[in-house]
């Protein structure tokens, strides 16, 4: 056997595998610059953003702009993913679910999530189940750019979610792209080295 070609390959496959990957911003829909007259999130009003990737990801945090309205630290809300039917651009079944807790005005939400998912148009949606204590957090509006817009904006009033132009609101999604491992390029690589040697024809003796 040609250890030396085996090991060769390995590190050849191992050097042309990807890094280790950073994370980026897939929805970034702006931070607000005020306050005044935000939507409300509560037990009959939910609101989602739509966004896309474009290749398999693994989302690390959801995050909205929230103020206090009535409510105060501590206070729950769920942030919920669910994947998105393109021919009525209506929801679909729910990927991922979590309870939130609204700390203070800013961004709140779930961070150190590992929500794997392939290409395609999801959507994130700020609820308030029956295990959540919310009874009104503010939504306002964003009135800066962000460096991902969301693809369009839901609410739901209880009836189940629309698409009527809702107000939109500032929300962040972070997610980190899945490289294919460096084990599956070192071991395609030895594999590739034994083959070789087993197609080999042995030399015959006179």
Same mark, same amino acid.
Request: proline share 6%; hydrophobic share 40%.
């Given at each position: 056997?040609?250890?030396?070609?085996?090991?060769?390959?390995?590190?050849?496959?191992? #050097?042309?595998?990807?890094? =280790?990957?950073?994370?980026?911003?897939?929805?970034? $829909?702006?931070?607000?610059?005020?306050?005044?007259?935000?939507?409300?999130?509560?037990?009959?009003?939910?609101?989602?953003?739509?966004?896309? =990737?474009?290749?398999?990801?693994?989302?690390?945090? %959801?995050?909205?702009?929230?103020?206090?309205?009535?409510?105060?630290?501590?206070? *729950?809300?769920?942030?919920?993913?669910?994947?998105?039917?393109? /021919? *009525?651009?209506?929801?679909?079944? +729910? =990927?991922?679910?979590?309870?939130?807790?609204? +700390?203070?005005?800013?961004?709140?939400?779930? $961070?150190?999530?590992?929500?794997?998912?392939?290409?395609?148009?999801?959507? =994130? #949606?700020?609820?308030?189940?029956? #295990?959540?204590?919310?009874?009104?957090?503010?939504?306002?509006?964003? $009135? *800066?750019?962000?460096?991902?817009?969301?693809?369009?904006?839901?609410?739901?009033?209880?009836?189940?979610?629309?698409? %009527?132009?809702?107000?939109?609101?500032?929300? +962040?999604?972070?997610? $980190?792209?899945?490289?294919?491992? #460096?084990?599956?390029?070192? /071991?395609?690589?030895?594999? /590739?080295?034994?083959?070789?040697?087993?197609?080999?024809?042995?030399?015959?003796?006179?």
């Amino acid at each position: 056997m040609n250890m030396k070609l085996v090991f060769a390959l390995g590190w050849i496959a191992a #050097a042309a595998a990807p890094g =280790i990957a950073s994370a980026s911003l897939v929805l970034d $829909t702006g931070t607000p610059t005020s306050t005044a007259l935000p939507a409300v999130l509560d037990g009959n009003d939910y609101y989602a953003a739509e966004f896309s =990737i474009s290749s398999t990801e693994s989302i690390t945090s %959801v995050e909205a702009y929230l103020t206090a309205g009535m409510d105060s630290p501590g206070d *729950t809300f769920t942030m919920a993913l669910y994947g998105s039917d393109l /021919l *009525t651009n209506r929801y679909s079944a +729910q =990927i991922d679910a979590g309870q939130a807790a609204y +700390q203070s005005d800013g961004f709140n939400g779930l $961070t150190g999530l590992n929500w794997t998912v392939g290409p395609g148009t999801y959507w =994130i #949606a700020l609820e308030v189940g029956a #295990a959540d204590s919310a009874i009104g957090l503010g939504l306002p509006t964003p $009135t *800066t750019g962000g460096t991902a817009p969301a693809l369009d904006f839901a609410y739901n009033s209880g009836s189940g979610y629309s698409d %009527v132009g809702a107000t939109p609101f500032s929300v +962040q999604v972070t997610a $980190t792209p899945v490289p294919l491992p #460096a084990a599956i390029w070192l /071991l395609g690589g030895g594999l /590739l080295g034994l083959s070789s040697r087993v197609r080999r024809p042995s030399a015959t003796r006179a």
